[in-house]
């Protein structure tokens, strides 16, 4: 199993190859040229994509997945929230709705933060076994960044959890540095989920924003958050 991070301008997504191909989110709208470009890099066309997993519905994981389902990948994502795909509208908090007031016109005219809505093809209730779509691996139920986060738990003792955890701020230096995204829903929620993960013996974090994420750094990252809790 091979894990390829995909780095879009304001997000990461993440290509799996085992014995097919999964993506793990789709970027923003405007980011269909470069992640198509970053995919075949990897020696894969979007014929071959047995599917897209979206995170979670937030523009910048799942701007591109009616166009990925336009060209025939099955889109994967939270029963919970397939309304939302559906409109085209984000869940929970935002960058542009946690922003200060002074700032959220700047950004709503420099954000691509819209989305066009996206039928979900394969809801997922709790958990998915990923075998059918040639991974050894699951995606589980996450709630903590939205209450309908999804993560891609994988044999390898690695998982792709969004934006349960980011990298620096926003992937800025030190991206290898774990940090709460800022736009999370519950961060006690994101806590938990974390230490989940690594209690099943989870090593590497493939986050959303930043770098992978290694364990010495997530149980250090633990520790500190515990002690000021």
Known sequence: MRIHRISLPLSNAFLIC????LLV????RTDLSELVKQIENCGVRLKNLA???LTHVHFDHCGCASELRKAGVPVIASSQSRK???DGVQEG????????SFLRSSLQRTLPSAFPGVEVDVP???SLDLHDFGVDGR?????GHTEASLSVILANNAACVGD????????LPPAWKPAQHPSSADFIACLDQIQRLRKRGIESFYVGHGDVLEARHIDRWIANQSSHS
Do not use: F, Q
Not at 139 to 143: F, G, L, N, R
Not at 164 to 171: D, H, K
């Open 18 to 21: 085992d014995r097919k191909n």
């Open 25 to 28: 989110d789709a970027g923003c």
């Open 51 to 53: 599917g897209v997993v």
């Open 84 to 86: 939302s795909l559906s």
């Open 93 to 100: 908090k935002t960058l542009l709705n946690k922003a200060p």
């Open 124 to 126: 997922v209730v709790d």
């Open 139 to 143: 995606v589980a139920e996450t709630p």
């Open 164 to 171: 349960l955890l980011m990298g620096g701020v926003l992937g």
